[in-house]
Each structure stands twice: as C-alpha cells, then as structure tokens.
C-alpha cells in the first residue's frame, strides 16, 4: 500500500462496498502484514456495522467522538479534524448517490486522523516476580520479557524508526527490515537492523549480548561517536563511566534465563540475591555483618530457591535459615 491516506480511504470503500477488485487485493495485503492492521480493521468494521454511518452533511463533532471512542483513543486526541462539508443537491437519484460518496469520504477522513492518535499511544508490558511475558511487536519481531521487567512500545512502528523503551530484562528477536530497531534501556541505546539479542537494565547498567548478527551500542544521551559494535557472542556493559569496548562470552550463558537457567559469573552476593527475589518472588534477607560485594559464580538448572541459596551459602560458608515463607542469610 502506498501510504497511510491509501489505507484509510479503501478502508471506507471496503466498508460502504464500493471497492474494486484491485482495492480489495491491496487491503487484503496490508491486512495480512500485520496483527496490529488487523485489529486496527476489526475496530473501523465494528464502528461502522454499529449503524453509526454519517450522513450526507454529518455532525463532525460528534462522529469524531464516536470514532476515537470505538479506536479507544485516549481524552488528548483533538476534538475534530478539519473536514469541509458540502451539502449536495437533494434530486433524487444524485442525492443517494452523493450522500454514500460524502459518508465515504467524511468517514475516511476522520479514520484517518483516527489512525494518527491510535498509532501514536503506546502499549506497556509488565512482568511481576517470577512471571515471564512474549509479546509480538507491530513488525512481528518477538520480545521475551523477563520477571520484573517492563516494555514500552508504539501500536504501530511509522516513520524511520522502531523504538522500545526496556526497564529489566528482555531478549529480542529482531526481524529484518529497512527501518532500524532500536531499543533505549537504562543510560543505553541500541541499534539494529534484525538480530538476535539479549538485554539486562539493572542497577543503573544496562548489558548487552548478541547471539546472532551484529548490534551497535551507545550511550543513551549521545548521538554520535562512543559507540561499539557488538558481533555474535561478544558483550558489553554501559554505565555512567562507559568507555566503548567488548568482551568474548557464551551468548547462551545470559540468555538460559529463557530455560529456566539462572546464571552467575563473578556476580556479587546482592546482586545475586536481589535476581532470586524477582525469579522466585520470595523474600530474601541477610543478617547483619554478612560482605554482600563478595562475587560468586555459579550454573543452575531447574533447580528451586531453596537449593540454589543452599549452594551459595555452602560456598561462602554461611547458613541459610527459613523465616516466614522467605529466608535469611546469616553467619551462624
């Protein structure tokens, strides 16, 4: 399809049933590319079969009201569009067939600025402690949103870029295309064209690996200079003193979290404990004295909290005790 206007205007066509053979094929294109068209299409059908059709000389004001209510349009969208109206002659053969041109097009146009609104709100994902979400995004690229995470995205990608806003933790798989992806997650920003990636947003960090093609990494605030590149299993970690540069990992290591495998490399006792929290939603305290910066690695596989705090403790030499549904951390 052309353009968005081409849309909006087959749409009442489709609707009024006066598209043509041609139309209808370039409709049927833009509604099997995406979800988010399909939706968009299924809310314009449903305000039309309503009953609600516009008359040959419509109340503007009110039939921009029903629309952008039906479209779920938030109280910011403007009151009106700005549609002149002409009133036709009433003879009556012409008047019919004046009246269905006007109800199309008046109709179309106010489809049009409804699309506007609708694709410029947002959709928020939030993930509690221990649940994981996978949501599919305008372009059909796939986001895995860890535990106490949180997702921002448009209804609709337009323009020159797909832009995301993480807090958390999340793997992308990025579909290719044209327009770059590009994700704003704690003091980073990240581009790229379709890949596969992780990112974590913890802790005024944000880590980036890639496990398939390439991915560009800057700091959030700057549009030039200070950026790496990252290839498949390479890393790095953006903080306030970020210097660009990369590390060699095991891609797989920091994704496992997809498959129920919490991993731990020189991580610190906190940091540790603090991932558990969101992982199995249980409460997790230590005692006072105890060093929580000393680092830890460590592998586990579907394995329970309470092993897992088992194993830590066994190698720090601390006891782990049950308290009211959660655990304590102490040194005797």
Same mark, same amino acid.
Request: hydrophobic share 45%; aromatic share 8%; with cysteine.
């Given at each position: 399809?052309?353009?968005?206007?081409?849309?909006?205007?087959?749409?009442?066509?489709?609707?009024s049933g006066e598209i043509d053979p041609a139309g209808?094929?370039?409709?049927?294109?833009?509604?099997? /590319?995406?979800?988010?068209?399909?939706?968009?299409?299924?809310?314009?059908?449903?305000?039309?079969?309503?009953?609600?059709?516009?008359?040959?000389?419509?109340? !503007?004001?009110?039939?921009?009201?029903?629309?952008?209510?039906?479209?779920?349009?938030?109280?910011?969208?403007?009151?009106?569009?700005?549609?002149?109206?002409?009133?036709?002659?009433?003879?009556?053969?012409?008047?019919?067939?004046?009246?269905? !041109?006007?109800?199309?097009?008046?109709?179309?146009? @106010?489809?049009?600025?409804?699309?506007?609104?609708?694709?410029?709100?947002?959709?928020?994902?939030?993930?509690?402690?221990?649940?994981?979400?996978?949501?599919?995004? &305008?372009?059909?690229?796939?986001?895995?949103?860890?535990?106490?995470?949180?997702?921002?995205?448009?209804?609709?990608?337009?323009?020159? @870029?797909?832009?995301?806003?993480?807090?958390?933790?999340?793997?992308?798989?990025?579909?290719?295309?044209?327009?770059?992806?590009?994700?704003?997650?704690? &003091?980073?920003?990240?581009?790229?064209?379709?890949?596969?990636?992780?990112?974590?947003?913890?802790?005024?960090?944000?880590?980036?690996?890639?496990?398939?093609?390439?991915?560009?990494?800057?700091?959030?605030?700057?549009?030039?200079?200070?950026?790496?590149?990252?290839?498949?299993?390479?890393?790095?970690?953006?903080?306030?003193?970020?210097?660009?540069?990369?590390?060699?990992?095991?891609?797989?290591?920091?994704?496992?979290?997809?498959?129920?495998?919490?991993?731990?490399?020189?991580?610190?006792?906190?940091?540790?404990?603090?991932?558990?929290?969101?992982?199995?939603?249980?409460?997790?305290?230590?005692?006072?004295?105890?060093?929580?910066?000393?680092?830890?690695?460590?592998?586990?596989?579907?394995?329970?909290?309470? /092993?897992?705090?088992?194993?830590?403790? /066994?190698?720090?030499?601390?006891?782990?005790?049950?308290?009211?549904?959660?655990?304590?951390?102490?040194?005797e």
């Amino acid at each position: 399809m052309q353009n968005e206007k081409d849309m909006h205007r087959l749409i009442a066509l489709h609707l009024s049933g006066e598209i043509d053979p041609a139309g209808q094929q370039e409709l049927d294109a833009w509604l099997d /590319a995406s979800q988010v068209n399909r939706d968009y299409f299924a809310r314009a059908r449903s305000l039309w079969e309503s009953g609600q059709r516009l008359e040959a000389t419509p109340d !503007i004001d009110a039939d921009w009201q029903k629309v952008s209510q039906r479209l779920g349009l938030n109280d910011a969208a403007p009151a009106k569009p700005n549609v002149m109206v002409t009133r036709m002659p009433q003879s009556q053969g012409a008047f019919w067939y004046l009246s269905r !041109i006007a109800a199309v097009l008046v109709f179309g146009a @106010l489809l049009a600025l409804g699309w506007r609104f609708w694709s410029m709100s947002t959709v928020t994902v939030v993930t509690a402690a221990a649940e994981q979400q996978t949501i599919e995004l &305008p372009d059909g690229s796939e986001v895995v949103l860890n535990h106490g995470s949180r997702l921002t995205y448009p209804r609709y990608f337009s323009g020159h @870029l797909r832009h995301v806003l993480l807090e958390g933790e999340a793997f992308f798989d990025v579909v290719s295309g044209q327009v770059p992806f590009e994700v704003a997650s704690g &003091p980073a920003r990240i581009r790229v064209l379709g890949t596969q990636f992780n990112v974590r947003n913890r802790n005024q960090e944000t880590r980036v690996v890639v496990s398939e093609g390439r991915v560009a990494v800057n700091r959030r605030d700057s549009d030039r200079g200070e950026a790496v590149v990252l290839g498949v299993n390479q890393m790095t970690a953006v903080s306030v003193n970020w210097q660009p540069a990369s590390e060699k990992v095991d891609a797989a290591a920091f994704t496992g979290w997809m498959n129920n495998i919490i991993y731990f490399e020189k991580t610190s006792v906190a940091e540790a404990i603090a991932e558990l929290e969101r992982a199995f939603a249980v409460s997790i305290e230590f005692q006072a004295g105890i060093d929580r910066e000393q680092t830890i690695t460590g592998r586990f596989r579907d394995q329970e909290v309470a /092993a897992i705090l088992s194993s830590i403790c /066994a190698t720090l030499d601390l006891k782990l005790y049950n308290r009211n549904g959660g655990y304590v951390i102490g040194k005797e």
